[in-house]
């Protein structure tokens, strides 16, 4: 059963910011929100995680709702190159019994 | 580059036989991931190993095996391959214990054709 649930595309366009949400209703206390992003058939990579409070890094921001059950993440000004499907993950921080499980996860287009 | 180094990059091969994948984990790293993605499919996870020992299993096939080395990498071993194995094979490392982010660091994958 997924832990979180997406919409299997979104489309921005280029300079906008891109919006992707996240529900994650049954997350646990000590789960995690990660996200990462996966570009055409190239090895996922990581772009943010948070427990509760907002993270801000170079990639992008998490918002993170404060009763934990949804999440979105914000790319500022989206361009070309992320276009990708966007994993959103719950799990603990050192892991748990079943490795680290990917959903469907949102194809993003950035449109020109 | 996430400092994962998985080879071969490509391979072909025919129905019945046997192949090894082989993953070079970041430097430091204990964890070692294995995933399946098919054509147009999602990441399947396949196995975790943590400093030499199976730490999680998931939808792995019983003809295929994996094992951590003493030296940190891994192999997977697909045997009796048939046409559906054909996929993309991705390992992933992190740091696992004291400092972990949990964050993973995937390498560029093995393309596995069966013919």
């Known amino acids: 059963d997924a832990k979180t649930t997406q919409p299997p595309s979104m489309d921005c366009a280029e300079g906008r910011a891109a919006n992707l949400p996240c529900n994650h209703s049954?997350?646990?206390?000590?789960?995690?929100v990660y996200w990462y992003r996966q570009i055409h058939s190239q090895g996922p990579q990581y772009i943010i995680h948070?427990?509760?409070n907002n993270e801000t890094n170079e990639m992008a921001s998490l918002i993170i709702t404060e009763d934990r059950k949804s999440s979105t993440l914000i790319l500022p000004h989206a361009t070309l190159r992320d276009t990708a499907v966007y994993y959103c993950i719950v799990r603990p921080l050192g892991g748990g019994a079943d490795g680290l499980t990917f959903g469907k996860g949102t194809h993003l287009i950035i449109q020109p | 580059d996430s400092g994962v180094t998985q080879t071969p990059k490509h391979l072909i091969t025919a129905t019945g036989q046997r192949v090894t994948l082989r993953c070079s984990p970041r430097s430091g790293d204990l964890s070692v991931y294995w995933y399946q993605q098919s054509l147009d499919q999602g990441l399947q996870f396949l196995i975790q190993y943590y400093n030499g020992e199976e730490r999680a299993k998931g939808n792995i096939l019983e003809r295929f095996s994996a094992q951590q080395f003493p030296d940190l990498h891994s192999e997977l071993n697909l045997s009796s391959l048939e046409l559906g194995d054909s996929a993309l094979y991705f390992c992933?490392?992190?740091?696992?214990?004291?400092?972990?982010?949990?964050?993973?660091?995937f390498g560029e994958g093995s393309r596995l054709t069966v013919l």
């Open positions: 992933a490392s992190s740091v696992a214990g004291t400092g972990d982010t949990g964050e993973l660091f």
């Open positions: 049954t997350i646990s206390g000590n789960e995690y």
């Open positions: 948070g427990l509760k």
